[in-house]
């Protein structure tokens, strides 16, 4: 799937001059956090979330200068300060933004959500925006996707060849003390991993190898003792 393919087109936009008042009315009466500031055009000029608009002068909610200054130096205060008191979504508008090609795959996609640490993303094509991407509409093409068990009966010889080349492609996995047995499309796994992220993560790729029909975890967290014949306890 593309981006085009899961983006919001109608979206909620924003002049550069429209009040923070107006702002904030259009957020709430359309139920959305975030909106793209655009020329008549379309061209894209910012984004404005809600993060935007909680520290304000209205509200009394304004950040003080001191704790700016720890915190970000003299150009974050610089920002937060226009942020605090901008009448315009010029002024309080964040930027530049990140955006994706119309045509990206959702991989790119979400690398720009997660990177960015951003929870929406505008969609361009030819250089204007085409539409948005929340981290909510991935959510929904995941709900949308169905996923039907592949049944596939390997040799045992065949599928512990498999799952060996698997397991040395995969750069998070220490596989010094780790140990698989397998039968019948039945694999078990023995030894030792270095933390329960990983055994977590190395069950769920047994899972994913064609052939695979379960998967018996036995592995300890953490770091083996070696006696002194060679054997780990």
Known sequence: MKAQDIMTK???TVRPEMTVHEIATVMVRNHIS???VVTKDGDLLGIISESDLI??????TEATPRALTLALGDA???RDFAKAHGKTA???????VATVHCDSDL??????LERRRVKRVPV???????????RSDLVRALAGVETTPVNVKLGSGVLHEAIGNTLKEQPWLDTSYVSYAVKDGNVQLTGFVRSEDDRKALHVLMETIPGVGSVDDQL?????IINWDGTTA
């Open 124 to 134: 361009l094509k030819d250089g204007r925006l085409a539409g948005i991407i929340a």
């Open 107 to 112: 991989n790119e996609v979400a690398d720009v």
């Open 90 to 96: 010029h002024d309080i508008m964040s930027r530049p």
């Open 34 to 36: 975030g909106l793209p």
């Open 76 to 78: 974050g205060t610089a």
């Open 220 to 224: 300890s967290v953490g770091v083996p």
């Open 10 to 12: 109608d979206v909620v």
């Open 55 to 60: 520290h304000r002068t209205e509200l009394g």
